[in-house]
């Protein structure tokens, strides 16, 4: 890998980059799923054991990632017992766990997290889920509507927020009923409280209660949008809230080796395919999977979603994904130098913290680390934690420099 960099950021403090754990199998092609598509459909070529995800929970410590992130939801396996097992088979690295308010009580919740941190300290980040589509959370046993889940999880968080500063909580609220509660053992430190939206229910309870407002990989106009946003509602709350964003790579040597890599992606599906993802995707109430659909609506309509460039959105950010896979529907794609011009793109709009991942994640970890994360390094956006301050590489990948 030729890189070459020049370019400096005005970007305050080094980023915090998280990968993923394909907890529902990974591929060499995408892997559907969530938000409304049915649960079994999500499948991959490689099982999702505990060796496999742990294989790239080692590789994304050794790059310097901060954490991985853990999916919730009746399509993949279950988040907490999952990421306990990976977490033994790791020194360093994060989880982020996703976990959906009211499928548990708040004061388990909090008492869950508190455990996962006296044994693993420092290494458990909260992704708080309130759940977009009904239906699935009808089979849960959750029968409340979209902005009634919203309210709960105001309470919720309220809950486990005072029994983590060791309060004893008591609340009656229209949601959540807890009398005296307290928790033996308190999380230090603080467990940070991840959380995403865009329906105007989501704000309020991000600005309340989110260290870190996570948004889906909109193009930059959109995501600036976001964060002003919730910045004016957080500023009301007397909080500062950083902000994440959710994205997929496909990062080569060169852009065209990225864009056949697309391309080959799209080669994988038909139209019969993608017609039931999206037909399962419209059931989806979330505000931000709606807009994922409409970033590639008319190319569905025409049939050009088979060229892959007519699904670059914006400079670099391909929505491609999101013809067969809910959640994170867009991904960037190019060279190294594309994608961390791009990354720098969103870091000067305010965004601090990258969740990525690609196909296969353990191959397209490599990529990344090897190629993308020496030229955020020498940008001054990234700061690897290894202790010897080498960047991890693999024999079957060039050297990255």
Known sequence: MSLHTTSTSSVAAPLALHWFLPTYGDSRFI??????????????DRRASIGYLSSIARAAEEFGFTAALTPAGAWCEDAWLTTAMVAQESDRLGFLIALRPG????TLAAQMASTFSRHAPGRLLLNVVTGGESHEQRAYGDFL???ARYARADEFLSVVRGLWRGEHVTLDGEHIRVDDASLATLPSPEIPIYFGGSSPEAGPVAARHSDVYLTWGEPPAAVAAKIAWIRRLADREGRTVRFGIRLHVISRDSAD????????????????TVRAAQEGLSRSESTGQAGMRDLH???????????????????????GVGLVRGGAGTALVGSHREVADRIAEYA?????EFVLSGYPHLEELYWFGEGVIPQLVDRGLFAPPNPDGAVAGTPFLTAAR
């Open 31 to 44: 892997v559907g799923g969530g938000h409304g598509i049915p649960a079994g459909s999500a499948h991959g």
């Open 103 to 106: 499928l548990v009580s708040p």
């Open 348 to 352: 000067e709009l305010g965004i601090d």
């Open 297 to 319: 609506a008319e190319h569905r309509r025409t049939g050009s979603w088979r060229d892959p460039r007519a699904l670059e959105v914006a400079p670099n950010l391909w929505a």
């Open 145 to 147: 509507d979209k902005p």
């Open 257 to 272: 080796e990225a864009w056949i890599a697309a391309s080959k992606l799209l080669d994988a599906l038909d139209e019969r």
